[in-house]
Nanobody, 119 residues
Framework: QVQLVESGGGLVQAGDSLRLSCAAS????????MGWFRQAPGKDREFVAG????????SYAESVKGRFTISRDNAKNTVYLQMNSLKPEDAAVYYC????????????WGQGTQVTVSS
């Protein structure tokens, strides 16, 4: 099993920055594709950003391109989401997810961390 724990959420003003972290344990972190999802009240969970194991290739939702950056540090078993120029629309619970490298599925999920953006 892989356990994922998110941290770094909080309350910020519009235009501010925040960095989320996701620490993995229980299984080899290196061989997993990682992703960030978010869910706002009354809305479905949506994909935010992803990073692959093989080439650390990244992908982003159109709504966050140019503002968010996903990265990973395999030595620390941690994936990050740098969030800049935050907007009220970004407010949500952010979840870290992991899936076996090479498959388009996420098998493990964190508990979520709350991001609130005031305007």
């Amino acid at each position: 099993q892989v356990q994922l724990v998110e941290s770094g959420g909080g309350l910020v003003q519009a235009g501010d920055s925040l960095r989320l972290s996701c620490a993995a344990s229980g299984r080899t972190f290196t061989f997993y594709d990682m992703g960030w999802f978010r869910q706002a009240p009354g809305k479905d969970r949506e994909f935010v950003a992803g990073i692959t194991w093989r080439r650390s290739s990244t992908s982003y939702a159109e709504s966050v391109k140019g503002r968010f950056t996903i990265s990973r540090d395999n030595a620390k078993n941690t994936v990050y989401l740098q969030m800049n120029s935050l907007k009220p629309e970004d407010a949500a619970v952010y979840y870290c997810a992991a899936g076996l490298a090479g498959r388009n599925t996420y098998d493990y999920w964190g508990q979520g961390t709350q991001v609130t953006v005031s305007s």
